[in-house]
């Protein structure tokens, strides 16, 4: 299916992005069931565990960028190589074609 108008929106202004268009594609009540059904399978994380996801997500973080500024993939281990592509410089795993990660330099 090909359209031409694609929104993105957030579950709570989901039905007032539905209710917008002039044409009715959908009735009353499958817009709500849609909006039912979104807010009831929507993930609810308790507040240790979210902060437990953050800390985490930047030790993860931190991690990688220490391992590139040493010259190491932080993907699998290998050497980060100087290389030369059709789009200029850019630092690559050595391991490739087992790991893709590259880097710009």
């Not at 059904?37 to 220490?66: F, G, P």
């Not at 932080?74 to 990660?101: A, D, E, V």
Request: charged residues 20%; positive net charge.
């Amino acid at each position: 299916m090909h359209t031409d108008n694609n929104i993105v929106v957030n579950r709570y202004n989901l039905k007032r992005a539905i209710l917008q268009y002039r044409t009715a594609v959908l009735n009353q009540e499958t817009i709500n069931w849609i909006i039912q059904t979104i807010n009831q399978n929507r993930i609810i994380a308790d507040k240790e565990k979210l902060k437990q996801h953050k800390h985490n997500a930047k030790a993860r973080q931190y991690r990688s960028s220490r391992l590139i500024n040493q010259g190491v993939c932080p993907q699998c281990g290998g050497h980060l190589i100087l290389r030369k592509g059709k789009y200029g410089t850019f630092y690559g795993c050595s391991n490739f074609p087992t790991c893709k990660f590259t880097i710009n330099s």
